[in-house]
């Protein structure tokens, strides 16, 4: 079992950045392909980003390509997504989640692990 708590979440205008963090209770976090979904209201949940093991590869869904950048520190157990300008259609609600190696990255039903997730609102 592991534990998953994000923070870092909040209100915000167009254009600005912010930074999610989520930390993990297992020393076993560097064995989880690692990853970012969202859900806005009346939607489904969706891949937002994803990181492997070591953090050599990482994968983005197109509408935050270039915008958006996912990372890990491992030393750390913390998976990090620091999003840049931000617009309105980024509102929802942000999940991290962990999975195994071989997860396909962008289906969330290889993902094991959930956090409770973190309120993104981006005012235009």
């Known amino acids: 079992q592991v534990g998953l708590v994000e923070s870092g979440g909040g209100s915000v205008q167009a254009g600005a950045s912010l930074t999610l963090s989520c930390a993990a209770n297992?020393?076993?976090?560097?064995?989880?392909?690692m990853a970012w979904f969202r859900q806005a209201p009346g939607s489904e949940r969706e891949f937002v980003a994803a990181i492997s093991r070591l953090g050599d590869n990482t994968y983005y869904a197109d509408s935050v390509k270039g915008r958006f950048t996912i990372s890990r520190d491992n030393a750390k157990d913390t998976l990090y997504l620091q999003m840049n300008s931000l617009n309105a259609e980024d509102t929802a609600v942000y999940y991290c989640a962990a999975g195994p190696y071989y997860a396909d990255y962008g289906r969330k039903d290889d993902y094991r692990y959930w956090g409770q997730g973190t309120q993104v609102t981006v005012s235009s």
């Open positions: 297992r020393r076993t976090f560097a064995s989880y392909t």
